[in-house]
């Protein structure tokens, strides 16, 4: 989907004087526009990859664990084996593909439109089985991010100002 197509309901005047890099912007929608980027059957199909023989098929793969902390396969000590992934997929762990604009044509090609306004960037696919699943504590990005929520349903807080463990702020939006 072309940039300007995306941010339509606004235009793209409006949103390079008032959101970008200042406020959100959030855009609704009753169709489900992105539902083809990834499908399940990718994820199934991922995570069937996961150690097979001696190739590498899901190099950026991390897993939010059941106690908040974070397993990530290019960076834990720890291996983990595909029996232990399975498990904690099917015990509601959040599952995080990054650099996933590799994973599927549509997912590269939003991601090059995404490039033409903000130079380089990265794709990542946030899952979950279950609908009480957490992923990320509060923090902070430095970059601008687009969020494509494409299936159930999740609360975002996001917050105008960097928080720390002691200050939580007011969320500026909650969807």
């Keep these: 989907m072309k940039f300007e197509e995306l941010i339509s ?5 409006r949103f390079n004087r008032e959101f970008k890099g200042k406020k959100c912007l959030v855009i609704k929608s009753e ?22 023989g001696a190739c590498d098929r899901t190099p950026q793969l991390q897993v939010v664990l059941p106690d908040g902390n974070k ?9 983990k084996t595909r029996d232990e992934l399975l498990k904690l997929w099917k015990d509601g762990s959040s599952f995080i593909l990054t650099l996933s604009e590799f994973l599927t044509q549509e997912m590269w090609e939003q991601c090059q439109e995404f490039e033409k306004h903000y130079g380089i960037g990265q794709a990542n696919i946030y899952c979950s089985n279950n609908k009480e699943a957490k992923c990320f504590p509060i923090h902070a990005d430095s970059t601008d991010n687009f969020l494509f929520h494409v299936r159930g349903k999740i609360r975002w807080y996001i917050y105008k100002e960097f928080a720390t463990k002691e200050y939580r702020p007011n969320p500026s939006f909650l969807f």
Excluded at 9 to 13: A, M, R, T
Excluded at 31 to 52: A, C, G, M, V
Aim: with cysteine.
């Design 9 to 13: 309901p606004i235009g793209i005047e």
């Design 31 to 52: 169709e489900n526009i992105f539902k083809d980027y990834f499908s399940w059957r990718d994820l199934d199909n991922y995570l069937n990859q996961y150690k097979i």
């Design 71 to 79: 397993w990530c396969k290019k960076k834990s000590k720890e291996y």
